[in-house]
């Protein structure tokens, strides 16, 4: 009668459960390495066709110089409506100040900034990015991160250059989507 090993003893415990065991033949190549997974080149090259025709299409955006009106219409925002916008005719329930803040920053502020609009089912904000000018004539950084942001965004409508009083072409309105 085989003696049972010792239930601390684990290794022991996994011979008796296995049995006896044969040793391969030295002639017997020991198993590589697997093969690595098959490129999916279609979908890599789908991939890179489509980030090369996001570039053209921000390429195609001309960059907006300080002193340029930001204006944008949706299809189905009708034509009066945006008459009204460019005009100052609505009032705005909200406001965010982008003075002051980096890039990264001003592009967290404005995305963290619509959200909570969308959230309270503001219908206009105002988005005060300055006009940007520097000595070296630079364009202006701030006011074409939020053209760029503000036409990417189901949720906005229209937007439009402030009025004069308002911030002029330093300051954008902004008609939003309500839930």
Partial sequence: MPMLPD??????????????VKRLP????????PKPRPAARMAERDEREARSEFQRGLDDLSALAAGDTLSYRR???????FQRLKRGRFSAQ??????????LQAESMLRHFLAEAHAHEFG????????GQRDDGGLPV??????RVLR????????????AAQGGTGAVVVLLARR
């Fill in 7 to 20: 239930d601390d003893d684990d290794a022991a415990l996994f011979r008796e459960a296995i049995g006896p």
């Fill in 26 to 33: 030295e002639s017997t190549p020991a198993p590589g390495k």
């Fill in 75 to 81: 299809d189905s925002v009708p034509p009066a409506v």
């Fill in 94 to 103: 909200d406001e965010l100040d982008l003075h002051g803040a980096t890039l």
């Fill in 124 to 131: 206009c904000v105002r988005v005060i990015h300055g006009k």
């Fill in 142 to 147: 701030l006011k074409n991160l939020v053209d």
């Fill in 152 to 163: 990417q965004r189901a949720d906005v409508f229209a937007f439009h250059s402030a009025p």
